[in-house]
């Protein structure tokens, strides 16, 4: 036990050092974006928006920013260091040590999941030189950002077995997640969509890791948030058991 407590701790450690060592790639990125985000969307936009579900339209916002954020960079991490190991055949060292399968698969989900959530709180910050940021339900906040950043590194595991070059990750990252979350009641509340839209927005799952981030931080949503986290909660144990799964066969580990 007390060897494969320090093979995890050892990878997690690696993984870790390896984004907290370039910090102007991994943290600066999100923070200017965000500052972005928030004098545009939240300080000219918002300031001729007014409120929206009882409070201020920066506050609205800014849970979905963070959600934006936090799965972003825990799947970049994950999905990067994998494949990036593959590529260049490092990997391998770790696929021949005693390390278990289950270990190195917690190890790379862990240290991912980390980013995700010191990403999420960088933003936070940055929203706090804009607005107040209340924080309504702490524990269902951190609820919410624990399962995403799991759920999203845990896709990131995927994303880097099965990437065969880099143009993969981008394609990933740009075309199907951030879409998602831009159409996931990010900048707008779902009582503004027509019926149509808005009964297709339910089968969007960011807008239940939208609204359950929401309600941790604010106290809105639209959506149960046991519900949102029951859900989120299954699909993170499913994917984490794919992630599993492909380890254990060797998908593109071995070829």
């Given at each position: 036990?007390?060897?494969?407590?320090?093979?995890?701790?050892?990878?997690?450690?690696?993984?870790?050092?390896?984004?907290?060592?370039?910090?102007?790639?991994?943290?600066?990125?999100?923070?200017?974006?965000?500052?972005?985000?928030?004098?545009?969307?939240?300080?000219?936009?918002?300031?001729?928006?007014?409120?929206?579900?009882?409070v201020s339209y920066l506050q609205f916002v800014l849970p979905g920013l963070v959600v934006l954020g936090a799965i972003s960079d825990s799947f970049e991490n994950a999905s990067f260091s994998i494949f990036h190991g593959r590529w260049n055949?490092?990997?391998?060292?770790?696929?021949?040590?005693?390390?278990?399968?289950?270990?190195?698969?917690?190890?790379?989900?862990?240290?991912?999941?980390?980013?995700?959530?010191?990403?999420?709180?960088?933003?936070?910050?940055?929203?706090?030189?804009?607005?107040?940021?209340?924080?309504?339900?702490?524990?269902?906040?951190?609820?919410?950002?624990?399962?995403?950043?799991?759920?999203?590194?845990?896709?990131?595991?995927?994303?880097?077995?099965?990437?065969?070059?880099?143009?993969?990750?981008?394609?990933?990252?740009?075309?199907?997640?951030?879409?998602?979350?831009?159409?996931?009641?990010?900048?707008?509340?779902?009582?503004?969509?027509?019926?149509?839209?808005?009964?297709?927005?339910?089968?969007?799952?960011?807008?239940?890791?939208?609204?359950?981030?929401?309600y941790g931080m604010i106290g809105v949503t639209e959506i149960d948030p046991n519900v949102s986290l029951a859900v989120l909660t299954a699909a993170t144990v499913a994917v984490l058991a794919v992630d599993l799964l492909l380890f254990e066969?060797?998908?593109?580990?071995?070829?």
């Amino acid at each position: 036990m007390t060897r494969n407590a320090t093979q995890f701790r050892t990878l997690v450690r690696r993984e870790v050092l390896r984004f907290v060592r370039r910090p102007y790639n991994t943290f600066l990125p999100p923070i200017i974006t965000n500052t972005l985000y928030f004098a545009v969307f939240g300080v000219i936009l918002g300031s001729r928006i007014g409120e929206i579900a009882g409070v201020s339209y920066l506050q609205f916002v800014l849970p979905g920013l963070v959600v934006l954020g936090a799965i972003s960079d825990s799947f970049e991490n994950a999905s990067f260091s994998i494949f990036h190991g593959r590529w260049n055949d490092y990997i391998q060292a770790v696929l021949i040590s005693p390390m278990s399968d289950r270990g190195m698969v917690a190890a790379y989900v862990s240290a991912s999941a980390l980013r995700g959530v010191v990403t999420s709180v960088l933003i936070i910050a940055v929203g706090l030189v804009f607005t107040p940021v209340p924080v309504a339900n702490p524990l269902y906040l951190l609820a919410f950002v624990l399962v995403i950043t799991t759920l999203f590194a845990g896709f990131g595991v995927i994303g880097g077995l099965w990437a065969s070059d880099f143009d993969y990750l981008t394609v990933m990252t740009q075309f199907i997640l951030r879409p998602l979350v831009f159409f996931g009641a990010v900048f707008y509340s779902l009582e503004l969509l027509p019926p149509l839209w808005r009964t297709l927005s339910f089968f969007n799952p960011m807008v239940y890791m939208v609204n359950g981030v929401r309600y941790g931080m604010i106290g809105v949503t639209e959506i149960d948030p046991n519900v949102s986290l029951a859900v989120l909660t299954a699909a993170t144990v499913a994917v984490l058991a794919v992630d599993l799964l492909l380890f254990e066969r060797g998908y593109g580990l071995t070829e």
